[in-house]
């Protein structure tokens, strides 16, 4: 996809860019493309690919989930990488206010400075593990209007990374490309543990593909108890799983 083509793509589902908006976008391209060169951010450098399945893929949660695109909500991005999906909502819905952290502090440092050169006002990152930026002590917990994450890991263990960072009556969307069913049934237990609901799988589609996309909408019902997210590095080896015979 092309720029214009991702212009008249978003303006289709009713996003209108501003020449300035198209602009914030080519200087992320060339800023992550160079970058790139010597920090590992991205498998995906070609042009169009990267208008397609960085810039365009990190909006779908707010064509999908309107409300992103209106209001003040505050969002954090758990390993965002070199910053999908939050930049890209950043850059199309300035009305955000977006905090990422991930423990890779080369990215960091790359997101610190693509801020500055887009201009970008209430960004906020962090160098952290997700386990311990959600932790029992920290002042980010449940704090988030919606928290949103990428190609981080799968459901089970997502859950217990963003569920906990996320306000009662907040919201957890996951971006998810294949096997999102799967994921789903083998998350029921975590995300009921750690206080969530499984509130909608929307499927949709990449413009002019047949990749199909997952936005899972997990609302927080319930505070998540003090005891998750475990330490850093458990969840990923002990998913939160069902007790034997029980679903
Ligand atoms: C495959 S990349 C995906 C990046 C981006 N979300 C995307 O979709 O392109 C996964 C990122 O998650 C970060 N990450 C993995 N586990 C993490 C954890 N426990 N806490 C914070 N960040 C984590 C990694 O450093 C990496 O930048």
Known sequence: MTPEEFRAALAKRGVE???????????????????????????????????????????????EVKDIQTRALSICDVGAGAGFPSIPLKIAFPNLKVTIVDSLNKRIKFLEELSQKLNL??????????EEFA???????????????????????LSEF?????????????????????ELADAK????????????????????????????VISKKKPTPNKYPRKPGTPAKQPLQAPQGRK
């Open 17 to 63: 860019l501003s020449d300035e908006q198209m602009q914030q976008f080519q200087t992320y391209y060339e800023f992550l493309v160079a970058t790139n060169e010597h920090v590992n951010l991205t498998a995906i450098t070609k042009q169009e690919e990267v208008y397609l399945k960085h810039f365009y893929d990190s909006l779908l949660p707010a064509l």
């Open 121 to 130: 006002t209430d960004t906020h990152f962090y160098h952290a593990r997700a």
């Open 135 to 157: 932790g029992k002590k920290s002042e980010f917990r449940e704090s988030f209007d919606v928290v949103t994450a990428r190609a981080v890991a799968r459901l089970s263990v």
């Open 162 to 182: 963003c569920l906990p960072l996320a306000k009662l009556n907040g919201r957890f969307i996951a971006l998810k490309a294949q096997k999102a069913n799967e």
């Open 189 to 216: 237990y975590a995300v009921a543990t750690l206080g969530g609901k499984i509130e909608e799988d929307i499927q949709t589609a990449l413009p002019k593909s047949d990749e199909t996309r997952h936005i899972i």
